[in-house]
């Protein structure tokens, strides 16, 4: 079975939807065009830490990059990055588009935790029927928005978190052509590693150059006396890694203490960028 894209379509329609799609990818690269590395940080489930490591990279190498760091929450429905980041307010709106909300050690933010009231779910003013096939489409179309409608400026790297799932790092090709690479985050249980191995097919199958993976709560760091002891069994950033020819950037153990991402791993992480 095929499937026609809106650019096959022959003859024109009343909405001239190829022409709008055109024109928002576009717009898309016009937004990106000064971002030098456009990383998506993705995870097959949720529980893994993705948003506090994504938090954690962000903050460590707006230090080492001069160019500047930002960060997308395309977790739409449950985000987190802004309050790790201390990004607070609201979206600024200028001439020249919306404006980011700068977080702790400079890092630009966008996120919908700057569109919503407190505790407020994300809700979309659907037509009553069919809704789930419509919130799929308004969701894309959001995240095309802070792409397209956000004034970045330059930066030296662009980090997308996305929510858990193999579908978002595929929707990402599609908004962002020029896509530096995909870091998958996992915990080193066998069920962790079954749902970020089908993410990391998903993202292969699309091209997405995989940068690697990090195994994160590998074990728990005493605050004290910094031991680390068991807390997950499983290994399953080495098999991930070996399965698709990726490096294991680093593990992480879980800590009581503030935001923060190893030197170890944010100089993995950094070294693999082109």
């Given at each position: 079975m095929s499937f026609r894209t809106y650019f096959d379509v022959e003859g024109r329609d009343r909405s001239d939807l190829a022409a709008q799609v055109g024109a928002q990818r576009r717009r898309v690269a016009d937004r990106l065009k000064h971002v030098r590395h456009v990383v998506a940080v993705m995870s097959g489930k949720g529980g893994v830490g993705k948003s506090y490591l994504t938090a954690g990279l962000a903050l460590a190498a707006a230090q080492r990059l001069a160019g500047g760091v930002g960060v997308v929450d395309a977790d739409l429905r449950s985000p987190t990055v802004a309050r790790l980041l201390d990004a607070q307010g609201s979206l600024a709106v200028g001439p020249d588009g919306a404006h980011p909300v700068t977080g702790a050690g400079g890092v630009r933010v966008v996120s919908t935790e700057f569109l919503l009231d407190e505790?407020?779910?994300?809700?979309?003013?659907?037509?009553?029927?069919?809704?789930?096939?419509w919130r799929g489409a308004l969701e894309a179309g959001m995240l095309r928005e802070f792409l397209s409608d956000v004034s970045w400026g330059t930066l030296d790297l662009l980090l997308i978190d996305l929510p858990p799932g193999a579908d978002g790092v595929v929707d990402l090709v599609d908004l962002v052509p020029g896509l530096t690479g995909a870091l998958a985050v996992t915990i080193p249980t066998e069920e962790s590693g079954r749902s970020v191995r089908r993410a990391l097919h998903a993202a292969?199958?699309?091209?997405?150059?995989?940068?690697?993976?990090?195994e994160n709560f590998s074990g728990r760091r005493c605050d004290s006396c910094?031991?680390?002891?068991?807390?997950?069994?499983?290994?399953?950033?080495?098999?991930?890694?070996?399965?698709?020819?990726?490096?294991?950037?680093?593990?992480?153990?879980?800590?009581?203490?503030v935001l923060a991402c190893p030197d170890d791993v944010v100089e993995a992480v950094l070294a693999r960028l082109p």
């Open positions: 505790a407020s779910p994300l809700r979309w003013k659907e037509p009553g029927h069919e809704r789930f096939v292969a199958g699309a091209g997405i150059r995989l940068l690697g993976v990090v910094g031991a680390v002891g068991p807390l997950f069994p499983g290994d399953a950033g080495d098999g991930l890694a070996r399965e698709f020819g990726v490096p294991l950037l680093g593990r992480i153990p879980f800590s009581g203490s």
